[in-house]
């Protein structure tokens, strides 16, 4: 795998920031209630992300040391105002429905690691990857949790759409998967699923070769399983028969 996909593709799985780095949880659980308002916010964080790693990898060299966690902090809150302004403007609906948590997207344990860690240290092209295959993953998962939170505790999906349908009947709903507890479970059985799938993967990538059932390998110390060398007296030359007499 070549170093731009393996940037792209650490946020899916090996470094999602919800599942696995386990950043970012306050809005995970806070506005995971409908289908609508999981992907409404991945989107505007991902978007608050990628331009904050863009405009702070092509000054990484111009900035400060001393002050750099300032000059982040504004460059990031810049852009969720323009994230908040947008979606008051075309989206008021799910401008409401996120509440407090929109202007949150500014110390956003995600956001502020990235640019950090990355975007400050890393050119514009691998910043700009960084920032999508994390923000992807984010969504991903936020979409995931709102999936279940929607369909269990309100019985419907896409709610606050024109796309709603009701699947499950009142009668049968789970009203706890509307609150943070319901939240916290959802989050943790995928949680623990997918440290399940990362060990699984971990374990086949260091499978042992099988066993050899030859019997000369009963003494044999190699650990690839296969027949051991033939002794060096056996591979040398044979020795020179002695000479007839009378020669």
Known sequence: MNKQLQI??????????????NIGLCSSLGVTTSIFNGLGMGM???????????????????????????IFIIIIAAFTTIVQL????????????????????????????????????????????????MGIGYTFVLVLISFFRELLGGGTLMAGTALKVELIPEAYRIGVFNSAPGGFMVFGFLAALMQGLKIRMAEK???????????????????????????????????????????
């Open 8 to 21: 792209f593709t650490n946020g899916f799985v090996r470094e999602n920031p919800l599942l696995v780095l």
């Open 44 to 70: 505007g964080m991902t978007f608050v992300l990628v331009m904050s790693e863009i405009v702070i990898s092509i000054f990484r060299k111009k900035i400060p040391s001393s002050i750099r966690l300032p």
């Open 86 to 133: 947008v979606l008051n403007a075309y989206v008021e609906a799910l401008y409401d429905a996120l509440g407090v948590f929109l202007p949150l997207i500014v110390v956003n344990c995600i956001i502020m690691g990235r640019v950090e860690s990355f975007a400050s240290k890393n050119n514009i092209g691998n910043s700009i990857l960084d920032a999508l295959g």
């Open 205 to 247: 990538q260091n499978k042992p070769l099988p066993a050899c059932d030859e019997p000369s390998c009963a003494t044999c110390g190699s650990a690839c399983g296969s027949k051991p060398a033939s002794p060096a007296g056996e591979n040398a030359a044979s020795p020179a028969a002695p000479a007839k007499e009378g020669e």
